[in-house]
């Protein structure tokens, strides 16, 4: 499950280790940062990546509000007070709750239920635009072959990750999904993709050798008629419609021939 960032901020040092101790208790939160100033807030979130704050308002030099007001492109926020005259102010800047100090475990879960939901959701529409613009940017490319020492660039579980392409050992479909199996991770990064799409945009030492299997072909380690070895000794099949094709690529490749 994808942890939710945490940054708290408040002047207080015992209403930051309160809610340190509320998150600890939430399974689904990370605490990034526990900050005493928006200064020391705005140095966190230049290096880190924050899902939601948890912020003081009352606090001298910049307060809260203001400084929710400072972020170009602010994540969840929910304010935390002791003065209930903030609340409609926070809702204009968006805040997605309101905790009026001093505020219960029971209080604080109440609003990181709705922190998931609201995250979750934001999730998913990340997850929609990054398919839409995937899909795009395949139909635009579709005939273009990415380069053997070049890198891939996949969407998997909300984010983008690259691969070397040396590094693909083999391509596993299963369904609509595919497994990218690498030199060196037992652990394959797993994929929303057709089989077809892939073969299209791999260099030409990747071969189809069946329906769901897709090679490197500088992978192989030796062969036979129904099965294929890779490297670390990895056994696939040999579908029959595609060994002429994978057996023209060796024999042309044979020391000695007559």
């Known amino acids: 499950m994808t942890k939710i960032e945490v940054l708290t901020v408040d002047d207080e040092p015992l209403a930051l280790q ?21 200064k020391e807030a705005w140095k966190v979130m230049k290096q880190h990546a924050v899902d939601v704050i948890f912020c003081d308002i009352n606090m001298p030099d910049v307060n809260g509000m203001d400084f929710v007001k400072s972020l ?10 002791a003065y209930s005259e903030y609340a409609v102010e926070g809702y204009q800047v968006n805040a ?14 109440r609003v990181a239920i709705k922190v998931k939901k609201i995250f979750e959701i934001k999730l998913k529409a990340a997850d929609r635009q ?30 983008m990750v690259r691969i070397p392409i040396k590094d693909i050992v083999y391509v596993e479909g299963m369904s609509e999904y595919l497994k990218i199996h ?12 057709s089989m077809k799409t892939m073969e299209d945009r791999l260099p030409k030492n990747f071969m189809r050798i069946h329906r ?20 670390d000794n990895i056994p696939l099949p040999i579908g029959d419609m595609y060994r002429d094709k994978l057996f023209t690529y060796v024999n042309n490749r044979i020391l000695g021939k007559k």
């Open 18 to 38: 309160q809610l340190e101790s509320y998150i600890q208790k939430i399974s689904f939160f990370h605490l990034m940062a526990s900050c005493l100033s928006t």
């Open 96 to 109: 997605i709750d309101y905790l009026l100090k001093p505020f219960s475990l029971e209080e604080f879960q």
């Open 182 to 193: 690498t030199q060196g991770e037992q652990k394959p990064v797993i994929i929303l993709q």
């Open 72 to 81: 170009a492109d602010p994540p969840l926020i929910v304010f935390t007070t």
């Open 130 to 159: 990054l398919q839409e613009n995937s899909s795009t940017a395949n139909a635009n490319a579709s005939a273009t072959k990415l380069e053997e020492n070049g890198d891939l660039f996949v969407h998997t579980e909300h984010k």
């Open 212 to 231: 769901s299997f897709l090679i490197n072909l500088h992978c192989i380690t030796e062969l036979n008629k129904t099965r294929v070895f890779l490297s």
